[in-house]
């Protein structure tokens, strides 16, 4: 190829090589290939006919879409990654909460009430359990 129909020929990124000029010298140069990675899987939760997908922020109870808002998606999805064990309501403000909200722990309550209402048509309202005293847990048990 002579030298103008060179400099005049686009450049794919799509591989792992291209031609750079240099002085008037050609060198490959390498590069990691960024554009066709394969992603990491999504994550998927699944427990007692639930499955939360965090890539789409969506959830299926027994394959029905259940329609969330932003706060109890990551409150369900904390206690799905955290099944069995009791959270207060300070330690879920901690985690589900942005650190720069201000909120009183009791709107806690509001969320988790909120949250076992659109599970309750489907019969899973009852994996959020309250633990009289300590708070709350996510749990197959009954």
Not at 12 to 41: I, W
Not at 85 to 94: E, H, I, K, P
Request: charged share 25%; glycine share 6%.
């Amino acid at each position: 190829m002579d030298e103008a129909k060179r400099k005049s020929t686009p450049v794919s990124l799509s591989g792992n090589y291209f031609a750079e000029s240099v002085y008037r010298r050609e060198r490959v140069v390498e590069f990691p290939t960024l554009f066709h990675q394969d992603k990491a899987p999504a994550e998927t939760l699944t427990a007692g006919g639930l499955e939360l997908t965090l890539a789409t922020n969506r959830v299926y109870a027994y394959g029905v879409l259940i329609e969330l808002g932003p706060t109890e998606f990551r409150m369900l999805h904390f206690f799905m990654s955290h099944m069995e064990r009791v959270y207060s309501r300070a330690q879920l403000l901690d985690q589900v909460w942005e650190k720069k909200v201000v909120v009183e722990e009791r709107t806690v309550d509001v969320h988790v009430r909120h949250l076992r209402a659109v599970l309750e048509p489907a019969g899973l309202g009852c994996l959020i359990q309250t633990v009289r005293g300590r708070g709350y847990r996510f749990s197959l048990e009954a």
